[in-house]
T-cell receptor, first 118, second 114 residues
Framework: AQTVTQSQPEMSVQEAETVTLSCTYD???????LFWYKQPPSRQMILVIR??????QNATENRFSVNFQKAAKSFSLKISDSQLGDAAMYFC???????????????FGKGTKLSVIP | EPEVTQTPSHQVTQMGQEVILRCVPI?????FYWYRQILGQKVEFLVS????????KSEIFDDQFSVERPDGSNFTLKIRSTKLEDSAMYFC????????????FGPGTRLTVT
């Protein structure tokens, strides 16, 4: 079974600064997807960024980028030019590429609460 | 933009009562999920549903739980006899297919069991 670990329960960043959230995972699979989801106080989960394990290039979405280190099983999220609206819980998640059961469910970490200081 | 909806937003029930949580997935999606998040903890997978049957379930999803897609739009989670430890946020999610890796989440239903 896969596990996802987020070792930082809370982080804070000054507005306009850069912050990096850490995530490690454990799997015996060679192909999979990794995701970062944002959960603001409204509690709806919103996809921030995704990474396919078979792609060497790190994914980037505007101010959000990842540092994917497959050998180290590490998947960190970097938020540049932090904004007040970035304050939220951030969850790292894993999904198998293949599922014999046809499920494709996500396995989540415990989350990191990000505060943005004005 | 299409979205997943859930009702009710908050449900309060007494221990031992049955509850039904409702979800309307995005209309052309084929895979449906329920996840649970106990306050302050991580989001946990409960069950996935495809082609009108359960495709996978976690150990949390015991005989007290059931899912149904009674018509072409709704997807429900029933808890037969609620326990205090069932108090949590319940999220419904859907995705269009194998090649589409993004799961779209609903806003959640907060279940409080007293």
């Amino acid at each position: 079974a896969q596990t996802v670990t987020q070792s930082q329960p809370e982080m804070s960043v000054q507005e306009a600064e850069t912050v990096t959230l850490s995530c490690t995972y454990d799997t015996s699979e060679s192909d999979y997807y990794l995701f970062w989801y944002k959960q603001p106080p409204s509690r709806q989960m919103i996809l921030v960024i995704r990474q396919e394990a078979y792609k060497q290039q790190n994914a980037t979405e505007n101010r959000f980028s990842v540092n994917f280190q497959k050998a180290a099983k590490s998947f960190s999220l970097k938020i540049s030019d932090s904004q007040l609206g970035d304050a939220a819980m951030y969850f790292c998640a894993y999904r198998s590429l293949y599922s014999g059961a046809g499920s494709y469910q996500l396995t989540f970490g415990k989350g990191t609460k990000l505060s943005v200081i004005p | 933009e299409p979205e997943v909806t859930q009702t009710p937003s908050h449900q309060v029930t007494q221990m031992g009562q049955e509850v039904i949580l409702r979800c309307v997935p995005i209309s052309n999606h084929l895979y449906f999920y329920w996840y649970r998040q106990i306050l302050g903890q991580k989001v946990e997978f409960l069950v996935s549903f495809y082609n009108n049957e359960i495709s996978e379930k976690s150990e949390i999803f015991d005989d007290q739980f059931s899912v149904e897609r009674p018509d072409g739009s709704n997807f429900t989670l029933k808890i037969r006899s609620t326990k205090l430890e069932d108090s949590a946020m319940y999220f419904c999610a859907s995705t269009s297919g194998q090649g589409s890796y993004e799961q779209y989440f609903g806003p959640g239903t907060r279940l409080t069991v007293t």
